[in-house]
Every structure is written in C-alpha cells, then in structure tokens.
C-alpha cells in the first residue's frame, strides 16, 4: 500500500487556546501508539484535506516531524458539527511489523439484477467490518460485488467477501449479512398501506357524512324560515279583513 507523506510540526498550543491555530489554518492533533509516548502536534488543514481523501482511516500515512518519519493511521477526526471542519485528529502510530485492527468500509460494485428487472431491492445492512493485518496489507476498502444478486432472498455474507485471508484476519461475524435482495413490498409496508388507506376512507365517509348533515340543517332552516314568512303575510291578511288596516278617512266615512 502506498504510503501518503504529511508535514506536522509540534505543538505548544495546549487547551482551549488551540481555537488560535485553526484561525491560522492549523489542525490541532496527538500521535499516540502501542509502546509510544503521546506527542501532541499540529498539521496544515489544506494539507490533511488532501492526504485524508486518498488514505482515509485505513491507509499508512508517513509523517514527518522533525525530520523523523512515522507511519500512522488516522484512528479517530473530530469535526465541527456544523461546518464539517476538522477540530482534532488522533493519528495512530503502527509498527509495520505488528497486526493492528481497523474497520474498513464496504464499497458496494455492480448493480444487482433483482433491482435491475425491478423484482426486489436491495438492502445493506452494514457499511464496514472489522479486520485485523500488518499495517502494509490494510485494504482501503472492501469491494462487494452485487451484480450476482437475481431473486428475492439472495445474500452475500461476510464469509462470502473476497479476501485475502492468509493475510487479512476477519473480526466480524462470518454469518453477519452485507448486501441481500428484499421484497419490493413487504408484509410490514403493506400493512401499513392498509391501515393509511382504512384510515383515509374513515375520513372521506367522516367528510360525507358531515356534508349530508350541513345540507340537511340548511335545508331545515329555509323551511322554517319560509314558514315563518307564512305566518306574517296570514298576520297581514287578517289585519286587513278586520278594519285595522282602513286608513283614517275610511274611518271617518
């Protein structure tokens, strides 16, 4: 595996009054290791930027500080959580005769054919698993092709993985599944397509009913209304028929 040189200077810079050296551009970190004393240190953020996308947590970076090389991994990145930016690095130094464990990602390859002839989908239930090697045969990741996946049920487990186990020691459960073809629908989502469908239906018949009523009290309110109309022109005929409605000169006649 190729190793990524990185130029990192020591640091001085302790506590909170690092926030001065990322103004600067800085990074603050510590090199720590098996039979290593901790060594605190600072690397340019442009620089890491780049040497993390190639190596990532798996790939040997070459260190320099004070003229002296050391082979690290990138243990653990702590960012800020609003703008992704690096605050601290924990670089590992390895002894490039010692095994040491990491978790590598998985890279799915391929498309499955199940999802392809839209007959199932495609689940990955992991994204990493757990190694153990010489820093030297560290993969940056580990590729999973998928293409062979036809029928709902097909899986590829983490024994199935093509690895080079005379060299790679494998941590991870051999019968955990990594990619595998589900149903397009399952008995869970059509379950709850039922009940949002039964629950849709209660409030249109809830809607309908409502509506029936609203005619039906409109309806019952102009018959009132127009009965009481009614009662007023029979009032006004009555009033007519009986004199009290004569004006003053008929009455004087």
Known sequence: MEQIPLTA???????????????????????????VKTIHVQVNSKDFHKVFEKAGETGIIDLTLDKEKKPVLVRSVQ???????????????????????????????????????????????????????????????????VSILTEIGQEIKVKDLNIDRSKIEVHTDPEQIVAQIGELVTKEMEALEAEVEAEQAEAEA??????????????????????????????????????????????KE
């Not at 040491?100 to 698993?129: F, R, W």
């Open 9 to 35: 200077q020591k640091r001085t810079v302790l506590g909170r009054k690092v926030k001065t050296l990322r103004r600067e551009g800085q990074i603050p970190a510590h090199v720590f290791g098996h039979k």
């Open 206 to 251: 809830a809607a309908e009913t409502e509506g029936a009523e609203a005619k039906e009290a409109e309806a019952a309110e102009g018959e009132e209304g127009g009965a009481e109309e009614g009662e007023k022109e029979e009032g006004k005929e009555e009033k007519t028929e009986t004199g009290e409605g004569d004006s003053k000169e008929d009455k």
């Open 79 to 145: 960012v800020n959580p609003v703008t992704d930016e690096p605050l601290h690095i924990d670089f590992y130094q390895v002894n490039l005769s010692e095994k040491v464990k990491v978790n590598v990602p998985i890279e799915i390859v391929g498309e499955a054919q199940a999802v392809e002839k839209k007959i199932g989908l495609l689940l990955t239930p992991i994204s990493e698993i757990e190694i153990e090697a010489l820093p030297v045969d560290l993969p940056e990741s580990i590729e999973v092709d």
